[in-house]
C-alpha cells in the first residue's frame, strides 16, 4: 500500500539554525500539509498546499516557515531560523481528490538545543 | 480553542468485548470526521471516516456514529483486540469556501486492551 515518508526520523539542531524537513507523499495525491504535535499536546495544523501553491495557514507558520514542492515528488518544510518551541514531531500528509482522508507519514522529530 | 474534545484520556476494556470512544465538536461547519489510531514513534494511521449526511459508518468490527444535533461522534471497536491498544485521535475538517479540509484534532484517548 502506498504511504507517505518522511526524513530525517529525527534531526538535531542548534537554535537558530535552518532546518528542511522533507516529505514524499503518495504519488498521485494533490493536497499535502503539514502538521506538528509537540510533546503532550495536540496534533495542529500548520499549513495546507495545492496546486503549487499555499492554500491555507495556521497562526503558527509565521514568517519563519516555508514550504516548497522543489519537484514532482517531495513537498519540503523549511523553517528559517529555529527556536527552542519548535521542538515537537512534525507529520506530513497527504489526499486526493474530495472527501478523502488524509495519510499521515511517520514523522520527523525536531530537536532544538 | 477546543474546536474537537475527547474528554477520556485514558480507557481500559477487557479482550473480547466491545470499546467505545468519545469525541465532541463545537464548529457546525465540520462536515468530515474521521477516526485516526497512533502507535508510539509512528504517524496518526487512518481508520475510519464519516460524512456529515450520514449518521453512521461501518468497517469490519470498526462503526462510527454521527449525532449531529448533539455535535457527538462515537468510534465502537468490536469485539476489542489486545491490537487495538493505541492512543485513538478524532479529526474533523470543513470542506467550506477555499479550504482543502485542513484536520482539527482532539487530544485523543489511549485505549488499552486486556487479553
Known amino acids: 500500500e502506498p504511504e507517505v515518508t518522511q526524513t530525517p526520523s529525527h534531526q538535531v539542531t542548534q537554535m537558530g539554525q535552518e532546518v528542511i524537513l522533507r516529505c514524499v507523499p503518495i504519488s498521485n495525491h494533490l493536497y499535502f500539509y503539514w502538521y506538528r504535535q509537540i510533546l503532550g499536546q495536540k496534533v495542529e495544523f500548520l499549513v495546507s498546499f495545492y496546486n503549487n501553491e499555499i492554500s491555507e495557514k495556521s497562526e503558527i507558520f509565521d514568517d519563519q516557515f516555508s514550504v516548497e514542492r522543489p519537484d514532482g515528488s517531495n513537498f519540503t518544510l523549511k523553517i528559517r531560523s529555529t527556536k527552542l518551541e519548535d521542538s515537537a514531531m512534525y507529520f506530513c500528509a497527504s489526499k486526493g481528490v474530495g472527501n478523502q482522508p488524509q495519510h499521515f507519514g511517520d514523522g520527523t522529530r525536531l530537536s532544538i538545543l | 480553542d477546543q474546536q474537537v474534545k475527547q474528554n477520556s484520556p485514558s480507557l481500559s476494556v477487557q479482550e473480547g468485548r466491545i470499546s467505545i470512544l468519545n469525541c465532541d465538536y463545537t464548529?457546525?461547519?465540520?462536515?468530515?470526521f474521521l477516526w485516526y489510531k497512533k502507535y508510539p514513534a509512528e504517524g496518526p494511521t487512518f481508520l475510519i471516516s464519516?460524512?456529515?449526511?450520514?449518521d453512521k459508518n461501518e468497517d469490519g468490527r470498526f462503526t462510527v456514529f454521527l449525532n449531529k444535533s448533539a455535535k457527538h461522534l462515537s468510534l465502537h471497536i468490536v469485539p476489542s483486540q489486545p491490537g487495538d491498544s493505541a492512543v485513538y485521535f478524532c479529526a474533523a475538517s470543513a470542506n467550506y469556501g477555499g479550504s482543502q479540509g485542513n484536520l482539527i484534532f482532539g487530544k485523543g484517548t489511549k485505549l488499552s486492551v486486556k487479553p
Open positions: 464519516i460524512s456529515s449526511i450520514k
Open positions: 464548529n457546525s461547519m465540520f462536515d468530515y
